[in-house]
């Protein structure tokens, strides 16, 4: 790092130059290009749970059907991510963005022309919207390989601060609805699925640092790493929390509180605006603190929060104000969480963060199903949140477990970089 004296103010001041500056060290356009591409999917990716009270009520079903509606594209993204995760290994994260994206255009293009009148169909386009969820594996690693390690936490963040796009969803989807009929939601939602894919066609670009392609037997090696299924843990919690209640909390509000659609998704979207916010301050707390103190303080947080919303659900200022908070800590800890990924696993950073993605999004699969089924079976969401509030006490277990072997093994060989 070059060193620029003040000689007049009889200072001197490390400034940082030769490429250590984040702004310097990577790619903007690129950076750019995959926030946006990751905001718009997540956008259409949790469009069923702001609907789903609309959906529920012309459609006549009961709250175990809504909650598995809402969960379907959570499932398949999850899945998705997998096959996305080895694809940006193999062909490039470039070239498999493009392919998800055409693949969600074509498929909500569909519905939209032939409109959708079951149960079942909702489920379909549920699995349509997976590849739209599976934007994770590809845009992260996109823009993280731009990046060197000690700015790992702030691309991560800003990449994945795209899972805002839940927000446009909570905002706007019931609106719409409610002017246009639902099944219009799905084809006004093209059109910024394919602003930003032309966008991203001429911004986007590959990192030269690309891994050599590996053959597909290789990537289950990653699978016998003991750190590899602890991260996958980790996220099932952070993220699983934040996208399942992100699909979850429309219905939770309109059930529970009586409230209309579109007043359920402006307050699904403070809170779930709260956590997107806070996503890339979370990397940025993990690059200043460490990834294990930041998820220390995020698990033991959860846990407590998730554990007083399920025991304040009359009260709906506070409940309100909880979420809020839940969703803030949940936040931090997604972006936490990919501040050490890249650290450990960074030769293999696609097909890990495929595996990641896939335990946050069957966290998130099981969040908002196990919501539906509780409140079937005992007509509350009580149990949901209390066993996802042990969860976030698992994790928390499980880090302190792993945290010396981390800092005293690879930790210790990453010069500079907290962990």
Request: aromatic share 12%; charged share 10%; proline share 5%.
């Amino acid at each position: 790092m070059n060193t620029l004296a003040l000689p007049q103010q009889g200072v001197h001041m490390d400034v940082e130059i030769s490429g250590s500056s984040f702004w310097n060290a990577g790619h903007k356009p690129t950076l750019f290009a995959a926030f946006l591409y990751f905001d718009v999917a997540f956008m259409v990716w949790v469009m069923l749970g702001p609907l789903a009270p609309i959906i529920s009520k012309d459609l006549g079903l009961d709250p175990a059907q809504k909650g598995l509606m809402v969960a379907v594209p959570t499932l398949a993204g999850a899945v998705l991510r997998l096959v996305n995760g080895v694809l940006v290994d193999k062909i490039g994260p470039k070239l498999t963005g493009a392919i998800s994206q055409l693949i969600v255009i074509i498929g909500l293009a569909t519905a939209w022309h032939f409109g959708i009148s079951s149960y079942e169909g909702t489920l379909a386009v549920g699995v349509i919207l997976g590849f739209a969820g599976a934007s994770f594996a590809v845009a992260l690693p996109l823009a993280s390989r731009w990046y060197p390690p000690e700015h790992q936490g702030k691309a991560m963040g800003i990449a994945g601060m795209g899972n805002s796009g839940t927000v446009l969803a909570a905002l706007f989807a019931p609106l719409l609805a409610a002017a246009f009929g639902w099944n219009n939601v799905f084809g006004l939602a093209l059109i910024p699925l394919i602003a930003v894919f032309i966008y991203y066609l001429f911004a986007a670009k590959d990192s030269p640092d690309q891994p050599a392609p590996k053959s597909f037997a290789s990537y289950a090696e990653v699978l016998k790493e003991r750190d590899a299924w602890w991260f996958m843990l980790f996220y099932f919690v952070t993220f699983g929390g934040f996208v399942g209640l992100s699909s979850s909390l429309p219905t939770y509000y309109a059930d529970g509180f009586g409230l209309p659609p579109v007043i359920a998704g402006y307050c699904t979207a403070a809170a779930v605006f709260t956590g997107s916010l806070l996503r890339p301050i979370g990397g940025a707390f993990a690059d200043r603190f460490g990834g294990i103190m930041t998820l220390t303080t995020v698990y033991s947080l959860a846990a407590i929060v998730l554990v007083a919303i399920a025991l304040s659900s009359a009260s709906l200022p506070l409940t309100f104000t909880l979420f809020l908070v839940a969703m803030g800590t949940l936040g931090v800890g997604n972006g936490a969480v990919f501040q050490l990924v890249p650290q450990r696993f960074r030769s293999e950073i696609g097909v890990m963060t495929g595996l990641v993605g896939f335990g946050g999004g069957v966290g998130g699969f099981y969040l908002a199903s196990s919501l539906g089924y509780a409140k079937k079976m005992t007509g509350s969401a009580t149990p949901g949140f209390l066993i996802f509030a042990a969860l976030s006490v698992i994790a928390l277990m499980g880090l302190t477990m792993v945290k010396a072997r981390w800092r005293s093994t690879w930790g210790a060989e990453i010069e500079g970089v907290k962990i």
